[in-house]
């Protein structure tokens, strides 16, 4: 109806692309600046709305990487090759350039500092996306609890943001990182390399988690939730985050 107050996260908003940063080689970070942004948690979500001239228009979900931080919000973004919207962000797209955004989305897959225990983040490819923000917002607060991210990736060349989260992983203040590279590992490899199995998680999981965050492609998320579940682990710590339809792609 004309005239109705539509809710602040239900409102298409204007994001003005400030920088366009290179993570790996098919993964890049947009740095926006959202018209009247609303704040966000860690772990949220936003759609973003394409219009070409023609007035077609595409929607798609990506999730927020950085921890809150005034009308600045950044999405990381990896190329699907024969994809519609994610060639166009990581290829097309100039800074200077803006698109629409709505949300922050999502309750549910959140950071929360108060679960009373330790935290396992496990992440496959750009699934990485919503933990960075969650080890950031942990960070940047001084929260203390005690986390690990496990993180999958196909090649150590594919790990988005390795540098910062090595250097969050010797701070000594309780988190840390353990990757698994699934298709090639660099000489002298120490890491695990093969895909997330059940035995893999026995060794990574502590036993006590008071909580587990899992995000990836559907396959990842499910093959991951079901062996922490025959572990013993309480499905009810268990949240996690598809990122799409997608068979046989792995991270
Ligand atoms: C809640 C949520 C959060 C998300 N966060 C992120 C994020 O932080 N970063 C990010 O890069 N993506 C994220 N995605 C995925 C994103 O929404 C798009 O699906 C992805 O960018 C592909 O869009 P596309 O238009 O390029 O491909 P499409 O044109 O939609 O699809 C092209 C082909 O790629 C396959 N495909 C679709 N999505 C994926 C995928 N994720 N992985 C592998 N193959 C796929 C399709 O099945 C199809 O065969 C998220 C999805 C959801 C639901």
Do not use: N
């Not at 962000?89 to 500092?113: H, I, K, S």
């Not at 991210?149 to 701070?171: N, W």
């Not at 093969?194 to 035995?199: A, G, I, Q, S, T």
């Amino acid at each position: 109806v004309e005239g109705t107050v539509v809710p602040g996260r239900l409102t298409w908003r204007v994001a003005g692309v400030r920088e366009i940063r290179p993570e790996t080689g098919r993964v890049k970070t947009l740095v926006l600046d959202v018209d009247g942004w609303p704040g966000h948690r860690a772990g949220q979500h936003v759609d973003i709305r394409l219009t070409a001239e023609d007035g077609y228009q595409a929607e798609r979900s990506y999730s927020i990487a950085s921890a809150p931080a005034g009308s600045l919000v950044e999405l990381t973004v990896e190329l699907i090759e024969d994809g519609e919207v994610s060639p166009y962000l990581t290829e097309e797209l100039r800074e200077g350039d803006a698109f629409e955004v709505r949300g922050p989305v999502g309750g549910y897959f959140v950071w929360d500092p108060s679960v009373g225990g330790r935290v396992l983040l496990v992440g496959g490819g750009s699934g990485v996306v919503p933990l960075a923000a969650m080890a950031r917002q942990r960070a940047k607060d001084r929260d203390g609890v005690e986390t690990r991210l496990l993180y999958s990736a196909r090649t150590y060349d594919d790990i988005i943001y390795r540098t910062e989260l090595d250097a969050l992983g010797e701070t000594h203040d309780g988190f840390d990182v353990v990757y698994t590279l699934t298709r090639s590992h660099p000489d002298g490899w120490t890491g695990y390399a093969r895909r997330v199995d059940p035995e893999l998680l026995a060794d990574v999981a502590p036993a006590d988690l008071a909580r587990t965050y899992v995000c990836g492609p559907t396959p990842f998320v499910e093959a991951v939730a079901s062996a922490l579940v025959e572990l013993g682990h309480d499905p009810a710590t268990i949240r996690t985050e598809r990122f799409g339809p997608t068979g046989g792609r792995d991270g």
